[in-house]
């Protein structure tokens, strides 16, 4: 199984990304999608998840209305599409797929991808 994460980089406060991750190997669309960040000296916290079928999603609080996940399951793909960007969004962002619920911690997945890094700048 691979997670192959993309769309990382710098953006200034304010600015939008897109990240996507990529799934191989497994029957992506049987799995629970979730977003994660951590950064540098802090804990991973939970960003984002959808089930499998796209129809339940969870966001966390820090993250509403301002972030929104997605996926395509003809393409294997999950995304995270992200605006009004805050420098305490800097982070490593790392996908996650699992047999779990979208309300489920980080313990319930299984596989995870390497994580690309987002830097919002001041």
């Known amino acids: 199984v691979q997670l192959v994460e993309s769309g990382g980089g710098l953006v200034q406060a304010g600015g939008s990304l897109r990240l996507s991750c990529a799934a191989s190997g497994l029957t992506f669309s049987f799995y629970t999608m979730g977003w994660f960040r951590q950064a540098p000296g802090k804990a991973r916290e939970f960003v984002a998840a959808i089930s499998w079928s796209g129809g339940s999603t969870d966001l966390a609080d820090s993250v509403k209305g301002r972030f929104t996940i997605a996926r395509d399951n003809a393409k294997n793909t999950v995304y995270l599409q992200m605006s009004s960007l805050k420098p305490e969004d800097t982070a490593i962002y790392s996908c996650?797929?699992?047999?779990?619920?979208?309300?489920?911690?980080?313990?319930?997945?299984?596989?995870w991808g390497q994580g690309t890094q987002v830097t919002v700048s001041a």
């Open positions: 996650a797929a699992g047999r779990t619920v979208v309300t489920g911690p980080a313990s319930s997945y299984t596989y």
